[in-house]
């Protein structure tokens, strides 16, 4: 049975760090909520299931993933839970402990990236925080990028199977989401990131071998990748990138 | 061998949802940056540690637990690990993976209580981002503390094995953050907690039992228990509980 993937239409968001997964494993999934409404599909889709309370028990938000009668929420447990079934984690315990440790260290970088068009309030629009946002922003790009990416640029030179991915000597979950960091880091602080990037060379390489993996080629090629926009997580607006 | 927990001396913070779960399972752990810095302790035992590289890998930040030669940080994580290994996780896949899907919503609700008082950077003071961190406090006080509760309310009613424990028959870690967060609130939120809380009963009776738990009794009459302050993430400032 296909997985059924509960997401936002309209934006790669966090649902993404989920579908890039989901494709490199080629696993066959439905992303529920960019179905018509006629069929099912829709925003309201997403907002019906989390206010369901014939099952026990509907997640706080999406995405989440349903395979058959499980409901997995919060998008590193999605990935915990992919990960093994699909060749997408190492077997080991020590090693599938450190890297969710590194997915949830990349949670964390994606939260602060969202906040900085939103440091007041997520029901506010982004032209109702400004100021904040311009000062909130000033502090990510100069503290947190650079802090970020040197943690991973740290682990990938201290990988002992070879600084290619993260974790192990295959490519994993957690290379897949950083492969989308930076990208979303290269779509809302192009500025920024043209000095970054130099600085961290193996991430940068990375991202490059990540994109030209056939699967995931084939996947951003396609209609199934959405566009980066400014309703996501990753926003350009220029005034932010300094 | 006892567990060694890495964590900033002086405050209750995220290391507290582990020092939680450690004492109600009455495991032997040593917190290390509480000793002394003559005896390998202090804040600088922490720092030591995040910038080793003999090890790889090291965490990107504290709290994070060495048990023998594993190191594992990120909070979510950390109980993910001790869980089974001393009775505070249920045995069956499903209900693991939602267990770990509520401390990861847990997590997220932490890092908002913190945000209310650093709602642009965490390096600078709380005095220098004053007026945006009362405009962040009024919508987690009216927006964001609600809708969480609200969300642990509903979950505890609708678990099938009854409303005292968040998932399954017996007490899990969850239950001690979810305690955490109710005390950690009422210390920061007084004003606002005492409406709120009395539209989640299941909550606030949950809170209350797990304070009577022997080991937990006990343990917060202690002197390993820190008091909340203005160095934590739950502080209490006046002027951000309107």
Redesign the interface.
């Known amino acids: 049975m296909a997985y059924e993937l509960y997401y936002w239409p309209g934006i790669q968001g966090r649902g993404e760090f989920v579908r890039l997964a989901l494709e490199e494993a080629g696993a066959d999934y439905v992303d529920i909520a960019r179905k018509p409404e006629s069929e099912g599909g829709g925003a309201s889709a997403i907002m019906a299931f989390l206010e369901r ?1 014939d099952i ?2 509907s ?3 999406a995405p989440f993933l349903k395979d058959g ?2 409901v ?3 998008t ?2 999605i990935l ?2 992919l990960g093994p079934r699909h060749g997408l984690a190492p077997t080991d315990e ?1 090693k599938r ?2 890297l ?2 590194i997915q ?2 990349i949670a ?1 970088f994606v ?1 602060e990236a969202h ?1 900085t068009h939103h ?3 997520g ?2 629009y982004y032209e109702d925080q400004k100021p ?1 946002a311009k ?2 922003a000033a ?1 990510f790009r100069k ?1 947190r990028i650079p802090k ?1 990416l040197g ?1 991973f640029e ?2 990938l030179a ?3 199977e070879g600084p290619k991915q993260l974790v192990g000597n295959t490519v994993t979950y957690a290379d897949l989401s950083l492969f989308q960091i930076v990208e979303g880091l290269l779509y809302a602080f192009p500025t920024t990131m043209r000095n970054v990037v130099t600085e961290v060379p193996r991430v940068a390489a990375l991202h490059g071998r990540i994109a030209q993996r056939p699967r995931i080629r084939a996947y951003l090629a396609s209609n199934r990748r959405l566009s980066f926009n400014e309703q996501g997580i990753f926003r350009h607006y220029p005034e932010l990138d300094g």
Do not use: V
Request: aromatic share 12%.
């Open positions: 309370e026990a028990c997640p706080f938000a009668n499980i997995i929420g919060q590193a447990n915990l839970y020590a402990l450190w969710h440790q949830l260290t964390d939260g906040d440091p007041i309030s029901e506010l904040e000062r909130r502090h503290g970020y943690w740290r682990i201290c990988n002992t």
